[in-house]
């Protein structure tokens, strides 16, 4: 089995930075792209950032200039060092993967449980 664990969210105020991380771990022969989400209250699910196993990155414009997306493909581990934050970036964080498991012999793609960041003004 295949599992992703966020950690790093919390609470900052605006200006402040946090860094997020998401470790993939359990059967995995190879992963291929790896992906922030968010989820705001009230609002759908939206791509903040994501990266190819080769690393071209791919950001919401909102956040550029702001986030930067990486990898580290030794340790199965996506981060997103987000400076300059702003109350309009609270929600939910979670991380998706695309991931070759010998589990399920297939590519499938993986999501974290989610970690909280709130920003306040």
Request: aromatic share 8%.
């Amino acid at each position: 089995q295949v599992q992703l664990v966020e950690s790093g969210g919390g609470l900052v105020q605006a200006g402040g930075s946090l860094r997020l991380s998401c470790a993939a771990s359990g059967t995995i022969i190879s992963i291929d792209s790896m992906g922030w989400y968010r989820q705001a209250p009230g609002k759908q699910r939206e791509l903040v950032a994501d990266i190819t196993s080769i690393g071209i990155t791919n950001y919401q414009d909102s956040v550029k200039g702001r986030f930067t997306i990486s990898r580290d493909n030794v340790q199965n581990t996506v981060y997103l060092q987000m400076n300059s934050l702003k109350p309009d970036d609270t929600a939910v964080y979670s991380c998706k993967a695309k991931i070759l498991s010998r589990h399920r012999r297939s590519w499938g793609y993986y999501w974290g449980p989610g970690t909280e960041v709130t920003v306040s003004s």
